[in-house]
């Protein structure tokens, strides 16, 4: 409601951009103006992973979030069928949006700046920089880990797995749980890792993943969702196959990632990495505002 009922400020406006789950339901009385949706992914709570959100709630507040799915649901399809143009930020969302809501997109990457990345000599650690949630599958890193006690594993990031991954790590030096750190401590484990390691669960587009290879370090990721389009097998990483990652399956990967092997990957990670910069990012969108993108 509050998106809807305050929407005045866009009087002005001859193209207005909403992004966000959320945000298309301020759309209203906006007729002559051109309504751009950027989609991150039709709420995943509502339809592909409605199961497992209401898995992880206590079984009072299960209902109260069927009856919230139940409210918003036709309003957000309602919204977005208004749309002029609806922008996908991955192959993989504008599958769901096609899937879920009968809707056509284009698609247009999420924006990197490289120029806050960048190589140093690599070190002896593998960086994870997923949230910590359940989509993103960060246990199964930790759980490879410690049955690799020669290699170095540090976890950055929060979220509500957070106190389960300090468990699991509890007791195995090899491995490091650092919670939120400030972006320039990020910015220099991403410069100093050996490579990172990313397996989330059919990840809408994934930006880790680009910020790494922006950095010169290859991706340890998984052969579904956005990774597909961000990470080539053999080139600028590796990718396990589909489905949920085996925890055998990751030591290998992590095995096989010597210094002399990240350090011939460097060049193709950066290389990668200048396809989603923040200068290719405007020219897409500003060719969708002026027309050449749509449904």
Known sequence: RAFAGNTGFLAGYATVLYSGSYAPLAIQNHSGRQNIYYCHTPPRFVYDQQDLFLSLIPGWQRPVLKGFNRYFRPRYERAVAEMDVIVANSATVQGRIKKYLGLNSTIVHPPCDLNRYNWEEPKDFFLSTARLDPL????VIVRAFQQLPGHKLVVVSGGSEFKRIVRLADGFDNIKVL????????????????ATVYLPKDEDFGMSPVESMAAGKPVIGIAEGGLLETVVDGENGMLLP??????DLVCQAVDGFSRKRVMAMKEACEKRAALFSLDMFLEKMKAVIAGAGGR
């Open 136 to 139: 993103k599958r960060v246990d």
């Open 179 to 194: 919670g939120w750190v400030e972006e320039k401590m990020l910015q220099k484990l991403l410069s100093t890792c050996l």
């Open 242 to 247: 589909e489905g949920d990652p085996d925890v």
